[in-house]
């Protein structure tokens, strides 16, 4: 997708599944397996969608799926489909991992943030994007580096110390702008400090919130998933995404839909708001 001078890509980096109570949160089987399939074991898949944003002067990556660094274990408790398609995908759209200039996590969960590493050789984590600085909210930096009982199965705190020993991280106070046409915005609710991507050019804007939305099956306000930790902030977003979406015709960008990577939205019977499709 184009967007004045700005190239947007989704990038599929992986599929995995996860219980699919876990991601509709209140909502009954009932009524969200006619939105969303589920299999035997009640497994959904999720497909891992970073996006790849190259401005005039730099080319970023937003998010970075769960790369190859997870252990068996750590693989069989998010049934992970395959292998990383980091290589190929870059390869699809002409760039090398050292052409990445930045890296932005909306928050250091592990199917956000372990693609930022690539097994070497010799089994031991490195930087996938060499010459990238990776930005974060300083908030939720404290967060992954210091889990709780609840956050601790998400947030791998060695693979995260790898990151944070790097000395490429830039650890952001806030909402702003972080890039020619490119800029962030805290969000919270999934973490208390997750941030949205907001991407502007050719009079148009993208928003990638990451979790606050994560597929196009949880675009009603009370669609939230369980994990999150402040689930009414996230229903103030969504809400707010909403009214934003639909009164100034911003595209989102969602970050696990198996189908729609990019879209609109409209105000179909009822006052629904559905998806449209953007390619
Ligand atoms: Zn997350």
Redesign the pocket.
Known sequence: MRLGDIELHSILENYFHLDGGAMFGVIPKVIWSKLYPSDDNNLIRLDLNPLLIKTGQDIIVVDTGFGDILNERQRKINALAGETRWDQELARLNFKPEDITAVVLT?A?A??ASGALKANPDGRPGLRFPNAKIYVQQGEWNDAMNPNERTAA?YLVDNLRVLDDSGKMELLEGDGPLFSGVSVKVMGG??PYSQAVIVDGGGQRVIYP??IMPSSAHIKIPYVAAVDLDPLTTMKRKRWLHEQMLKDGWILAFDHDINYKFARFREGEKGKVEPVKVE
């Open positions: 928050h969960h199917d956000h998400t999934h973490t990451a979790d």
